[in-house]
């Protein structure tokens, strides 16, 4: 049975996996947006985790015909993950689009007895830690979310991450 993720753990363990990897200088101070490097470490993240690699796919459709960034799906339960990066001066469409799929994510955690929890992962580069917080204010205000961060995702370098989690209520 799939138990809700610790997103503190999540945190915690990205960034050591980041850390560790020979592309994580170049990752973390390079401004632009990194979107599949995350979706494909997140994966070995997970597993380490004690997520079985078979249920991590990055194929999961809404009914709605919008698509997940990443699932794990286990037997009938899911957790979805929303990615987005945000790099100052190049996101004026992801700042209207992303709070559109976050309460997308929250709908369907509400209407759906098969997700047990939605996550999303956001990193910010060249943003004011002001700013940072404002849009995680902005974009998570809804009471059900778990904000982690933003912290630098590896210290010394300027690229950070907010976890948030939504858990569908018992």
Not at 4 to 27: G, N, R, V, W
Not at 61 to 74: N, V
Request: aromatic content about 14%.
């Amino acid at each position: 049975m799939l138990s809700p993720l610790d997103i503190k753990e999540l945190f915690s363990k990205m960034a050591a996996h980041t850390a560790a990897c020979s592309s994580s200088q170049f990752l973390c101070s390079t401004r632009a947006s990194f979107e599949s490097w995350f979706r494909v470490e997140l994966v070995p993240v997970l597993v380490h985790m004690g997520i079985p690699f078979q249920d991590i796919s990055p194929d999961f459709t809404f009914p709605d015909g919008g698509k997940a960034d990443l699932c794990i799906q286990s037997s009938s339960e899911v957790i979805l993950f929303e990615l987005k990066p945000f790099v100052s001066g190049q996101d004026s469409n992801k700042k209207i689009e992303y709070p559109r799929q976050i309460n997308r994510l929250l709908k369907y955690l509400s209407e759906n007895s098969n997700f047990l929890q939605v996550i999303t992962f956001t990193t910010f580069y060249g943003y004011t830690e002001y700013r940072m917080r404002k849009f995680s204010e902005d974009f998570f205000s809804d009471p059900r979310w778990e904000i982690v961060g933003p912290n630098p995702l590896v210290e010394g370098y300027p690229l950070y991450l907010v976890l948030t989690s939504a858990v569908r209520p018992k």
